[in-house]
């Protein structure tokens, strides 16, 4: 572990300078730029180098708390977008009553999630969340009828 004493004098001086407007906006007492380059002995222009440095790499350490938004899936193509929901419409014709219901809460046969992790695998290469949307089922109950691993 790194202390103070153990960092180049130009990053010392570089972490001061970063922190002199945040001292002065808190009303806490704060040195000059000059008389931080003077205890630390540290090359102005370095020392200013090294403050720059830090302002830029502030915005990548103060991330939010938790997990990083996932990237934006790769929608499907427009042609297995098509094939998906043809394949939807034409087993819902074929079984009518599999699944009943609103948009709000909808109930399903024992046929319906057979044909839709059917799709799943037919389908390897559609990321699950736009399998979700073209067989109309809520992401968490398609990843509950997915078998356990």
């Not at 790499?57 to 998906?84: C, H, I, N, T, W």
């Amino acid at each position: 572990m790194h202390t103070l004493s153990d960092l180049p004098t130009s990053l010392v001086a570089g972490l001061l300078l970063a922190a002199v407007p945040h001292l002065e906006r808190l009303g806490l007492p704060r040195p000059t730029g000059s008389a931080i380059i003077d205890a630390t002995g540290a090359s102005r222009t370095t020392a200013y180098k090294v403050r720059g440095a830090v302002f830029e790499a502030l915005p990548g350490l103060l991330r939010p708390p938790g997990r990083p938004p996932a990237p934006a899936l790769e929608p499907p193509s427009d042609e297995v977008r098509v094939k998906l929901h043809q394949q939807v419409i034409t087993f819902l014709f074929d079984h009518p009553g599999c699944v009943s219901g609103t948009s709000l809460r909808r109930h399903y046969g024992t046929r319906y999630p057979v044909f839709v992790l059917d799709l799943c695998a037919e389908h390897r290469e559609v990321p699950l969340a736009h399998l979700a949307e073209a067989t109309h089922v809520p992401l968490s109950t398609l990843k509950d009828w997915l078998p356990r691993s």
